[in-house]
Structures are given as structure tokens and as C-alpha cells.
T-cell receptor, first 112, second 117 residues
Framework: DAKTTQPPSMDCAEGRAANLPCNHS???????VYWYRQIHSQGPQYIIH???NNETNEMASLIITEDRKSSTLILPHATLRDTAVYYC?????????????FGGGTRLMVKP | GAVVSQHPSWVICKSGTSVKIECRSL??????MFWYRQFPKQSLMLMAT?????????EQGVEKDKFLINHASLTLSTLTVTSAHPEDSSFYIC?????????????FGSGTRLTVV
């Protein structure tokens, strides 16, 4: 699976959009970009994933650059409860049995 | 949606004793489950892959005789930390690949915080 690079930490004001970047310059054509987050002392929670098109769900939007070498997770209106570590993971989808490999992630602090 | 239940959520045990952690897929069958360990302020590290009906596959550096994994059914995997020592104190998290085709369904348990005193 391709390696990802994320900033170790970011701050965001409550109510503003949080934009979390991820670099995955070695991504292969059949690898998807997944985002998970981990709130303190809990298990990771799935947020969103995509291949090359931008994706949006009730939690967030995922913007993937045209060359697919980077992506941005957008939380449109961050709340205090969005304070967590956000992990960007790149892997081949539909590969039964393959585990998720977690990097360092970005620690997002949403401030009042 | 898919739910993975992990029990207990926290446990304190004496050094030298064994602790069992259970991971259950509540509304789906999981032929494969994963066990992770997370030390404070660090990321999740995969310990082993648990396959129903067969031996678990351990990551390099993880002692299989110390961390016993049993995946006897399609809904239950257990991790037993044998002869626990203070350095085994950590946050243990299980994960199961959810049902359906596209795998957004890597569902995680809520984790077990183990403290060995």
C-alpha cells in the first residue's frame, strides 16, 4: 500500500471548515484513499473514501487532485466533537483480508 | 450499519496474570478480524490478523505465544494476553471487515485499555 504524509497537527475554529491535507505521491491506479478518525480513547471511525472523483457524505467531503497524488478531507462546519486524530490511508479496495495500515495521522484541535 | 463490540473496555490486572479480550461482530459475519495495539500518543500498530477456523498471522516482532488469538466462529475473535507485564499496558483495538462488496466496512471496536500493575 502507498505511503501517506500528513501534517502532525492542525487547529480549526469551531464553525469553520477544517481542511486536512494528505500526500500520497506513490499511489497506484487501483488504490483508493480512505479517511478514518479516532477520537480520544475510542476505536477509529470510518469517514469517507474515494478513487479519483470527489466524494461527499454526511460527515465530510473528499477532494482528490487530478493526478491523485494528494487529497484533502473537508469538514465543512467543524464542531468541538470533531477534535480527533485523522488518518489518511491508501490501499487497494476489495482486497479481502488486507489490513489497514495507519500512519501518524493529523491531530485536529477544534477550538471555540 | 456494521457494529463491532469489544469487551471489556478497560481492565486492570496484576503482573503475571492473563487477560482475555473479546471482539464480536454483532450483525454480520467476519471471516477476518484484525488486532491492533496503540501506545499513548502513537498510531495503531497491527499485531495480528485473525482468520476464522485457522491460525492467526502475526506481525513481525509480536510474540504469538504471548498474544494468543482464537477465532472460533464467524462472529467472535479473542485475544489473550498471557503472563502480562507492565510493558503490555496499552490500548488494544480489534477490527473486522464489514459485509458487502466495497470495503468502507472496516469497522473497529471501541478498544480495551489494559493496565498491568
Amino acid at each position: 500500500d502507498a505511503k501517506t504524509t500528513q501534517p502532525p497537527s492542525m487547529d480549526c475554529a469551531e464553525g469553520r471548515a477544517a481542511n486536512l491535507p494528505c500526500n500520497h505521491s506513490t499511489i497506484s491506479g487501483n488504490e483508493y484513499v480512505y479517511w478514518y478518525r479516532q477520537i480520544h480513547s475510542q476505536g477509529p471511525q470510518y469517514i469517507i473514501h474515494g478513487l479519483k472523483n470527489n466524494e461527499t457524505n454526511e460527515m465530510a467531503s473528499l477532494i482528490i487532485t487530478e493526478d491523485r497524488k494528494s487529497s484533502t478531507l473537508i469538514l465543512p462546519h467543524a464542531t468541538l466533537r470533531d477534535t480527533a486524530v485523522y488518518y489518511c490511508i491508501v490501499r487497494v479496495a476489495g482486497n479481502a483480508g488486507n489490513m489497514l495500515t495507519f500512519g501518524g495521522g493529523t491531530r485536529l484541535m477544534v477550538k471555540p | 450499519g456494521a457494529v463491532v463490540s469489544q469487551h471489556p473496555s478497560w481492565v486492570i490486572c496484576k503482573s503475571g496474570t492473563s487477560v482475555k479480550i473479546e471482539c464480536r461482530s454483532l450483525d454480520f459475519q467476519a471471516t477476518t478480524m484484525f488486532w491492533y495495539r496503540q501506545f499513548p500518543k502513537q498510531s495503531l500498530m497491527l499485531m495480528a490478523t485473525s482468520n476464522e477456523g485457522s491460525k492467526a498471522t502475526y506481525e513481525q516482532g509480536v510474540e504469538k505465544d504471548k498474544f494468543l488469538i482464537n477465532h472460533a466462529s464467524l462472529t467472535l475473535s479473542t485475544l489473550t494476553v498471557t503472563s502480562a507485564h507492565p510493558e503490555d499496558s496499552s490500548f488494544y483495538i480489534c477490527s473486522a471487515r464489514g459485509p458487502g462488496g466495497e470495503d468502507y466496512g472496516y469497522t473497529f471496536g471501541s478498544g480495551t485499555r489494559l493496565t498491568v500493575v
